[in-house]
């Protein structure tokens, strides 16, 4: 059994990295729509809440949630960045849109860079439309140093694929942000 999760892992990951299309966020390979509610075929992956409150040292979730419109997505990796001046992550969790236990490719915090970085995938069969859920939960700390007012954490990079191992393009993204409040 474990050597049937690396095997689908490792087919998910090829395929990820070389063979699909994917979303460079803040700029480069291509361009995502951002959109708070995406339409029902465009492919939505948005961070909840999209604003909310905090006071230095206390701490925050944001959720990672899929609205996979009509397609079934079987694995994909996404890059998230936030303000390290402001945030530390505590912890990352996947949620259950990839299953009870999906397979993690790669779980990836880099403080320095104000950057996470985190893959799944779907063990089995992927049916289409998956239902919209929840990709991850990250917990942030709100740092003790942390200047008042907006701090953005944005959706950098994302690539997806689907029931058929293929790419999926048409991706729209939202973001949020944090206010650092007294």
Known sequence: MYRLKVAVLLMVLLLLSG???????????????????????????????????AKPGQDVTVQVEVNPGQRGIAGGRIHLAYDNSVLSVSSISPGFFFGATPLVGFKEVDQEAGVLGYALARVGKTKAPSPPGIWATVKFHVLGEAKLGNSSMTIKYIELGDENAKSIDDIGVADAVIEVIQ
């Open 19 to 53: 063979g699909l299309a994917a979303c460079s966020c803040g700029g480069g390979e291509k361009e995502a729509a951002t959109t708070p509610s995406p339409t029902p075929m465009l492919v939505g992956i948005y961070l909840t809440p999209a604003t909310q409150q």
